[in-house]
């Protein structure tokens, strides 16, 4: 009898931002979730002049295969992520975030890589007219175009992308981290409110520390713990805050906490205060560990968020509606406890990556 021909894998590549961002974060799981399955993974990180190296050594020592390129320039990104497709051999890209999405699928094509895959991961992207004109293009070159959430998939058909090539998979987060919050009754952890949220133009740090000045009037002071990096000025622009409104000994800056879900597993209610978002992983993470949530109504949350269900959604922008939504849930534990049960009940339900990591696998072995 003949042996059978052993399958050789595929060969996936995931090229990404090397910030450790959300898409960051959604590429390491991606790989790391192929371990043992038909997938062949590789992770390539555009470096960050802000990141310390220590963050790509540990995802080495982790077992996670990783190289980095260049982020000087593009030139010098596209040149760098070539030479690595042409030793790795990969038979799909995946191209995470922007500008990422053109530095890699131009580096592939240049390569000869079989398939390129474009995943976008905001709603709201910073699309120069030439930059959309290069999107376009590549766009008519390219295999599949993701959108991570059903928001970002429509705000792709808006700017032009062709239809029959633009799809929608949900991010996913690695849902084991939070097995044991079933354990922790709401009514044992600390009132406190916890946003996980680099310090950016995007994130809505001033709305967030305005709405708790509003709460220490009526006499409610909870702590806010603000967990993430980011850049300085807008850190420092929120510290600054804070000590005008007299904030100091409410608000925490955490910077970058290395254990979240026990950071969210402690405290009740998670707050994510935002301009624009794509799929926000922080706030999926909340909902896994129990929390009850508080989000701005902005697309990518709107999907996930069920107001009055499993969670609450305020105006973007509005001190005074977020203020109203933290003060129930503050004032009225029992419900608010309810609305964190349903809102882990979604979160293991729909957004585990495992069944990202099925959808994605699909589009790689079809």
């Given at each position: 009898?003949?042996?059978?021909?052993?399958?050789?894998?595929?060969?996936?590549l995931?090229?990404?931002?090397?910030g450790?961002?959300?898409?960051?974060?959604?590429?390491?799981?991606?790989?790391?979730?192929?371990?043992?399955?038909?997938?062949?993974?590789?992770l390539?990180?555009?470096?960050?002049?802000?990141?310390?190296?220590?963050?790509?050594?540990?995802?080495?020592?982790?077992?996670?295969?990783?190289?980095?390129?260049?982020?000087?320039?593009?030139?010098?990104?596209?040149?760098?992520?070539?030479q690595?497709?042409?030793?790795?051999?990969?038979?799909?890209?995946?191209?995470?975030?922007?500008?990422?999405?053109?530095?890699?699928?131009?580096a592939?094509?240049?390569?000869?890589?079989?398939?390129?895959i474009?995943?976008?991961?905001?709603?709201?992207?910073?699309?120069?007219y030439?930059?959309?004109?290069?999107?376009?293009?590549?766009?008519?070159?390219?295999?599949?175009?993701i959108?991570?959430?059903?928001?970002?998939?429509?705000?792709?058909?808006?700017?032009?992308?062709?239809?029959?090539?633009?799809?929608s998979?949900?991010n996913?987060?690695?849902?084991?981290?939070?097995q044991?919050?079933?354990?922790?009754?709401?009514?044992?952890?600390?009132?406190?409110?916890?946003?996980?949220?680099?310090?950016?133009?995007?994130?809505?740090?001033?709305?967030?520390?305005?709405?708790?000045?509003?709460?220490?009037?009526?006499?409610?002071?909870?702590?806010?713990?603000?967990?993430?990096?980011?850049?300085?000025?807008?850190?420092?622009?929120?510290?600054?805050?804070?000590?005008?409104?007299g904030?100091?000994?409410?608000?925490?800056?955490?910077?970058?906490?290395?254990?979240?879900p026990?950071?969210?597993?402690?405290?009740?209610?998670?707050?994510?205060?935002?301009?624009?978002?794509?799929?926000?992983?922080?706030?999926?993470?909340?909902?896994?560990?129990?929390?009850?949530?508080?989000?701005?109504?902005?697309?990518?949350?709107?999907?996930?968020?069920?107001?009055?269900?499993?969670?609450?959604?305020?105006?973007?922008?509005?001190?005074?509606?977020?203020?109203?939504?933290?003060?129930?849930?503050?004032?009225?534990?029992?419900?608010?406890?309810?609305?964190?049960?349903?809102?882990?009940?979604?979160?293991?339900?729909?957004?585990?990556?495992?069944?990202?990591?099925?959808?994605?696998?699909?589009?790689?072995?079809?």
């Amino acid at each position: 009898m003949t042996p059978s021909k052993k399958t050789e894998p595929v060969r996936v590549l995931h090229f990404v931002s090397g910030g450790f961002s959300g898409a960051t974060q959604v590429a390491i799981d991606l790989v790391k979730a192929a371990n043992g399955t038909s997938v062949q993974p590789l992770l390539v990180l555009r470096r960050k002049r802000q990141i310390p190296t220590t963050r790509v050594e540990s995802l080495k020592d982790e077992g996670v295969p990783v190289e980095t390129v260049s982020g000087l320039n593009h030139a010098a990104s596209i040149w760098q992520l070539k030479q690595i497709c042409l030793r790795f051999k990969p038979q799909t890209l995946v191209a995470h975030g922007f500008s990422e999405h053109l530095i890699g699928r131009y580096a592939g094509l240049w390569a000869g890589v079989p398939n390129l895959i474009h995943v976008e991961h905001n709603s709201r992207e910073r699309y120069t007219y030439l930059r959309l004109k290069q999107a376009r293009w590549l766009a008519h070159r390219t295999r599949h175009i993701i959108g991570v959430s059903e928001g970002v998939k429509g705000r792709l058909l808006e700017l032009g992308f062709p239809s029959e090539k633009v799809i929608s998979i949900p991010n996913g987060i690695a849902l084991g981290k939070f097995q044991d919050a079933e354990t922790i009754s709401y009514s044992s952890r600390a009132p406190n409110i916890v946003m996980c949220a680099r310090f950016s133009g995007q994130k809505d740090h001033e709305t967030a520390i305005r709405a708790l000045k509003l709460l220490k009037e009526t006499g409610l002071t909870p702590k806010l713990l603000l967990a993430g990096g980011g850049k300085q000025r807008y850190r420092n622009k929120a510290e600054t805050l804070s000590k005008e409104l007299g904030l100091k000994d409410q608000v925490v800056f955490i910077g970058l906490c290395k254990d979240v879900p026990a950071l969210l597993k402690q405290n009740q209610i998670c707050l994510l205060s935002t301009h624009y978002e794509g799929m926000p992983l922080a706030l999926i993470e909340g909902m896994a560990a129990g929390c009850a949530v508080v989000a701005s109504q902005v697309v990518g949350i709107k999907e996930i968020i069920d107001h009055d269900r499993n969670g609450l959604l305020v105006p973007e922008g509005c001190p005074a509606d977020m203020a109203n939504a933290l003060r129930r849930l503050l004032t009225q534990p029992e419900q608010a406890a309810t609305l964190a049960q349903h809102a882990r009940q979604d979160a293991l339900a729909r957004h585990g990556v495992e069944l990202m990591r099925q959808r994605y696998q699909a589009l790689f072995t079809a």
